[in-house]
């Protein structure tokens, strides 16, 4: 069975820097393409960055997020983590883990993490 497991959200001032982290049990992670998703109130959920399996040699990003935050995989933990700086009060949101679909770049697939809330505000 897949599990996504997020952790790492929080209240950050604006300007303030986050990491999260979404730990993948139940299936071959560096198989896999992974992505972030967020979801503020009221909006749909949108893709906030994704990377590519194995080496994760590719990355894309949001537009609201490009040049804050980074993707980035550690195969060996079966992680994959959202370093989130410059951080602004429209990015709070929950933030979603999703495993993406093997072979595709990049189409969300079914598998999603439980959720967790970042608030930015002072």
């Known amino acids: 069975q897949v599990q996504l497991v997020e952790s790492g959200g929080g209240l950050v001032q604006p300007g303030g820097s986050l990491r999260l982290s979404c730990a993948m049990s139940?299936?071959?992670?560096?198989?896999?393409?992974m992505g972030w998703y967020r979801q503020a109130p009221g909006k749909q959920r949108e893709l906030v960055a994704a990377?590519?399996?194995?080496?994760?040699?590719?990355?894309k990003y949001g537009d609201s997020v490009k040049g804050r935050f980074t993707i980035a995989r550690d195969n060996a933990e079966n992680t994959v983590y959202l370093q989130m700086n410059s951080l602004k009060p429209e990015d709070t949101a929950v933030y979603y883990c999703?495993?993406?679909?093997?072979?595709?770049?990049?189409?969300?697939?079914?598998?999603w993490g439980q959720g967790t809330q970042v608030t930015v505000s002072s």
């Open positions: 139940g299936s071959t992670f560096n198989l896999y393409p």
């Open positions: 999703n495993r993406g679909r093997l072979g595709t770049w990049w189409t969300p697939g079914n598998y």
């Open positions: 990377i590519t399996g194995g080496s994760g040699g590719s990355t």
